[in-house]
Each structure stands twice: as structure tokens, then as C-alpha cells.
């Protein structure tokens, strides 16, 4: 209330006021859609990752995670009819116009869409936690969950704001973050009747290590939509915007300190005889700053913000450009050689990615040489390089200009699926995750059983397959841009998202096929590797000739459409895209055959001195034994001559 009070949304908007109930009860709606969500994401991340599947831990926590699941789907749906309401300026009524009135909105309406998409998919997760008891349809559940913060991310003031694709990764970060955050901790205070101290003690620092990376995710998401958002100090503590937004700073800060409290003293206490009562307290005091925390959130999205953020196509603007139309943004100016060093479009989302997967790369290090283990510097190095990579590609000048130049898209794809992938796949993650991780005996799953699972289930024996893989990074080049994949990808954030997991993770499948370290279920022997890249290389080379050669635009009422008054033509951009995929899709190929020939050679080599090895410890038996044979056949021959001449 005092969030809804500051920001202005409870106050009566005149001729185009939905009524009090409206004003105040979609606020509370989607509070309860904030804590339920996390209730049920929080509750199945730990079952997934901390909790021992065939305990009662397990069953209670799934019990919280169904609970969740309906209350976050009746929420929904009184939140959905409430902005139905709120959006229309219908008084509520159970006659025909105003069902056919939501059924119009909620099939034609992205805003009604993205409701009707969050009740499905939370209804769905319900009947499966109701039923499920299997780990992997639990990770299923968990994944379905997650899903459900991608509509909510997708609304409020994120749905129309110029630089849309920030703000709905921002707001996903700070979402995800959130729920694992808040719903974790709910999880752990209905376990802590269920399970002994020791126990609790376990599962609390368990916990603690999901808590540190969603308050990294919630911090960084937090700055970045302030900065989008709020504008400068002055509107920070001059409006009721930014006040809120201070606010939730203060909650943050309070949160972090908690977090610095388990760590160093509640952890170690619990399984004393007073363990209960810090507990407790703990607890009680910070699922008390999460609540208010969450209660903010659902009064920022009801806000009018300091700083304008709809683009000049949802205002309707009559001097809005083609580009503007097209994507929501203004048109960057034309791209120099400095702008592929200065000129950043950041991506909140891929800039954590990378950075937790540092993170927990150098981790595995650590540990392995704490213990006194050897991990090669040229593999941290593969690793480091690719991420820095991939942080450029997803970041850089070239997420900047993707949507408006076919040859930077292109060039994006191309470090996407060929470049970055080869050069992780050499810093071999699994194989030091497999090292460095300890086997849980506790009967529940961490990180070193749930890569075991996913290297030996009959899926991924499919998918990691030579043929396979090398099919996929072939064909989904040709299917992806003669098909209205291409024109998706480009246009909607959700396509370009997919774009990027498909060919990283395509492409990191064929180089792992290729010259991969971690283990697979099968690999081609080394001279039909070479045989499956030559082909690779050819295919590569006729998609770039097509696109090189071709009279007319792939995305002709896109990149056609740009309204570009600088630089190349649509269609000789497009041929300039065409190079690029032969030119610098051959050379990563290349690297990948020199690799497989290297590869080879040490392979035949290491066979070679292991044999020598066997010699030399045998001490010549091998040829004694043969010397002894001819000596014996010869004895035989003298016997068998001397009886024939008698």
C-alpha cells in the first residue's frame, strides 16, 4: 500500500478510472503472483538440486511447490481479468459483452496472450507437482516454472519501452533471481519441522550457495532498470517512482546482510542447541524485507516512471522512422571501425551467463588445486577466451546492430555457432566439473549426478552423435534462413533469444563430436572426422555462394524495410552477409580439421610409447617367446628329416 501510495497508481485516474477494486486489488494480485511464483520455483529448485528424491524432504517440498502452482494460477487469472478491466474501462459484469469482450482480449491481445500463456503454464505445473515423484519430471516441472516468469517479464513497463530487449532480460533476471531467492527460503521454514538439525544445517547451506548468485542477478537487474528507468539522481528521490526505487535498494542491502549472517553464523549454529531459535529469527526477519521487497515490485509495475520508455511507434508519434517502426528503437548511426570497440548494446541476461560460468569454471580450479590436482592453464584459458566471446558477440556492436544489417547478424551467427563453441568445447567444463565435485551420499543430486545423467541418457547418446550433430549444424543454417525462422528471430525478442541457445548449443555439440575432451557415447574414428568436416566445409561454402549470388532479399520487408540512409544497399549488405558465412564459416572448420589431424597424431603417438611401455616391461618376453618358437620349429623340422632318411 505505501508502494502504490508513493507511485501515484492507487490515485482515481478520472473519466478512465477502473474503480477502487481495480486500482487496489491488481496490485495485490500481482503481489500474490510474485510469492506464489517464487514459492513454487524456490521449491523446486531444492527438490531438484538439494533435497534426496526418496525422503519426505522431497514430498514436503513438492507439496509447497503444488500449493504454489494453484495459488499462482488463480492469481493469474484474477490478475488477467482485473487488467482486462483496468485496460478497457468495463465495469465488471457476467453478461455476453463482456465475456466475449475478455475472450478478445485474451486471443488478440499480446497483453491478454501473455495472461492467458501464464495461467496454462502455471495450471500445467500444478497437475505435475501434484503427481510427480521422479527426479527428471521434477527438472521438468522446474524448467515449466521458470517458463512462467517469461510472460510476467514481458509486461508492464518493459511490454512498450524503447530498449525492450533490456528491459525484459533485466526484469527475467530479476524474476528468476527473485523466486529462487524468496521461495527457497519459504521451502527451507516448512523442512525445518520435517528434518533433524544436522540436516537443516545441510540444507541451509545448500540453499545459501542458490542465494548468492540470485542476489548478484537481482542487484546487477536492479541497477540496470533503474538506469532505464529512473534517469538520474533527481528523479531517484524526487518522484515516487524513484522513492520506491530507493526503497527496494534499502530492502536489497538488508537482504545482503542476511545473506553475510548465514553464512557466518547461522549455518554453524544450527545444529546446536539454540540452532532453532537463529533459525527462526532469521527467517521470520528476512521473509519480512523479501515480502515488503515483492509488495515494491508489484507498485513499481503499476507506476508512471520518471523517464518516458515508450518508443515513438507505441506513442504513435507521426516523425516515427522506419526503423523505429520495425524495431522500437532510432536508428544508430552509421557503424565505423570504433564502433566495434566502443559501441555496446548490453544484455543483462548473457552478461550473467557468462559471468557465473566463469565463476564457477575458476571455482573447479580452485578446488582441484587446493587438493593438490594439476588443471592445464591452456584449458582455463579456451574457457576465459570463449566466454569473452561470447560476452562480445551477445553485448557488443554486433547485438547493437544485428537487427539492422544482414552482414552483422550474419557475423553474429557465424561467432555464435562456429567460433565461440570451438573454443569452449577445448576448455573440456564437464571433465572439470566431474573432477572437482564430490559425489553426494546423502541420496539427493547435485551437479556431478545430474551431468552423469545428462551424459548418459539414451538422449543425449542421439544428440551427441557425429551424424547427428553434424546434420543439425548443417541443416539448421538452411532451415533457419529460408523459413520464417529468420524473420522471428529478428523481429520478436523471444525468436532472438532462440537464435542464440540454438546455434551455441548446435554448435557446441558438432565441435564437442569433433575434438571434444569431455566424454561422449560415441565419436567417429579420426579419419571419418576429417571426412565429416570436409563435408561440412563444402555445405558452408555453397549456403554462402547462394546468399552471395542471390537477386533478391531474404528478409525483404525487414532489412528491405530499414529506411538506412547510410552504408550498403539491402541486397549488397546481404551479399557482404553471404562472404561472411563462407569466409569466416571456413576458417573455425579449418581450425576443427587441423585440431582432429593433431589429434590423430598424439593419438597414434600415445599408442605407440604405451606399447614401447608394455616392451620394456616385459623385458623382450615378446621376443623370447618368438625366438623360442622358431627355435622349437626348427628342432622339428632336424627330427622329422632325420627319421625320413632312415
Not at 218 to 231: D, I, P, W
Amino acid at each position: 500500500m505505501l508502494g502504490l501510495a508513493l507511485g501515484g497508481a492507487a490515485a482515481d485516474r478520472g473519466n478512465w478510472d477502473p474503480g477502487a477494486v481495480v486500482r487496489y486489488g491488481l496490485p495485490v494480485a500481482r503481489a500474490l503472483v510474485n510469492v506464489s511464483m517464487a514459492g513454487m520455483i524456490g521449491s523446486l529448485a531444492l527438490a531438484v538440486w538439494a533435497l534426496a528424491a526418496d525422503k519426505p524432504e522431497t514430498r514436503v517440498a513438492m507439496d509447497l511447490a503444488s500449493g504454489s502452482a494453484a495459488v499462482l494460477t488463480v492469481a493469474a487469472t484474477a490478475a488477467m481479468i482485473f487488467t482486462y478491466v483496468d485496460v478497457s474501462n468495463q465495469a465488471f459484469s457476467a453478461g455476453a459483452d463482456f465475456g466475449a469482450g475478455l475472450a478478445m482480449f485474451l486471443t488478440e491481445f499480446e497483453l491478454g496472450q501473455l495472461w492467458l500463456m501464464e495461467i496454462l503454464l502455471a495450471a500445467l505445473v500444478t497437475v505435475i507437482c501434484f503427481a510427480a515423484r521422479d527426479r527428471r519430471i521434477i527438472l521438468l516441472a522446474l524448467v515449466l516454472s521458470l517458463a512462467t516468469t517469461w510472460p510476467i517479464a514481458s509486461q508492464g513497463h518493459a511490454a512498450g519501452a524503447s530498449g525492450h530487449s533490456q528491459a525484459v532480460n533485466s526484469l527475467l533476471v530479476h524474476l528468476v533471481g527473485a523466486a529462487v531467492w524468496l521461495g527457497g527460503l519459504m521451502t527451507l521454514v516448512f523442512l525445518a519441522k520435517k528434518v533433524d538439525r544436522a540436516r537443516l544445517a545441510v540444507l541451509v547451506s545448500r540453499y545459501s550457495s542458490f542465494a548468492l548468485f540470485a542476489f548478484i542477478g537481482v542487484s546487477a537487474s536492479g541497477v540496470v532498470s533503474a538506469g532505464l528507468r529512473v534517469g538520474g539522481v533527481e528523479a531517484l528521490f524526487g518522484t515516487g517512482y524513484g522513492q520506491i526505487v530507493v526503497l527496494k535498494a534499502v530492502a536489497l542491502i538488508a537482504l545482503g546482510l542476511f545473506g553475510v549472517a548465514w553464512r557466518q553464523r547461522a549455518i554453524a549454529r544450527i545444529p546446536g542447541p539454540r540452532g532453532g531459535r537463529v533459525f527462526a529469527w532469521l527467517v521470520v526477519a528476512e521473509l519480512a524485507v523479501m515480502g515488503g521487497a515483492s509488495g515494491l515490485a508489484a507498485a513499481l509495475g503499476r507506476s508512471a516512471t520518471p523517464v518516458a520508455i515508450e518508443s515513438a511507434r507505441d506513442t504513435g508519434s507521426p516523425s516515427v522512422t522506419p526503423a523505429e517502426w520495425l524495431t522500437g528503437d532510432p536508428l544508430p548511426p552509421e557503424p565505423t571501425l570504433d564502433s566495434y570497440f566502443t559501441y555496446w548494446k548490453f544484455d543483462l541476461a548473457w552478461a550473467l551467463v557468462c559471468v557465473f560460468a566463469a565463476m564457477l569454471y575458476l571455482a573447479g580450479v580452485w578446488r582441484l588445486r587446493k587438493r593438490g590436482d594439476r588443471w592445464p592453464l591452456g584449458r582455463t584459458v579456451a574457457w576465459l577466451g570463449g566466454l569473452a566471446m561470447l560476452f562480445y558477440t551477445t553485448n557488443g556492436v554486433l547485438n547493437g546492430y544485428e537487427q539492422y544489417l544482414f552482414s552483422t547478424h550474419m557475423l553474429a551467427h557465424m561467432m555464435l555457432a562456429m567460433v565461440v563453441p570451438l573454443v569452449l568445447v577445448l576448455g573440456a567444463p564437464v571433465t572439470l566439473a566431474l573432477r572437482a565435485v564430490e559425489k553426494r551420499r546423502d541420496g539427493s543430486w547435485g551437479t556431478r549426478e545430474w551431468i552423469m545423467w545428462m551424459v548418459q541418457t539414451p538422449y543425449s547418446k542421439i544428440i551427441t552423435h557425429p551424424a547427428v550433430a553434424a546434420l543439425v549444424f548443417v541443416g539448421s543454417l538452411w532451415v533457419f534462413y529460408f523459413t520464417p525462422m529468420a524473420r522471428w528471430a529478428v523481429s520478436e525478442h523471444l525468436g532472438h533469444q532462440f537464435m542464440i541457445v540454438h546455434f551455441l548449443i548446435s554448435g557446441y555439440l558438432f565441435c564437442l563430436s569433433m575434438v571434444g575432451i569431455d566424454p561422449v557415447p560415441y565419436r567417429f574414428p579420426y579419419p571419418l572426422r576429417l571426412v565429416t568436416l570436409f563435408a561440412t566445409m563444402a555445405s558452408h561454402a555453397f549456403f554462402g555462394v547462394t546468399v552471395m549470388t542471390g537477386d533478391s532479399l531474404l528478409l525483404a520487408d525487414w532489412y528491405g524495410a530499414m529506411g538506412r540512409t547510410w552504408g550498403a544497399t539491402p541486397l549488397e549488405d546481404q551479399h557482404l552477409g553471404g562472404g561472411i558465412a563462407w569466409g569466416i564459416g571456413e576458417l573455425p572448420t579449418l581450425l576443427l580439421a587441423l585440431t582432429v589431424a593433431i589429434q590423430w597424431a598424439r593419438s597414434d603417438e600415445k599408442e605407440q610409447k604405451r606399447k614401447d611401455r608394455f616392451a620394456d616391461r616385459s623385458g623382450e618376453a615378446e621376443l623370447a617367446a618368438y625366438n623360442e618358437m622358431l627355435a622349437k620349429q626348427a628342432e622339428r623340422d632336424v627330427k622329422q628329416a632325420a627319421g625320413t632318411s632312415r
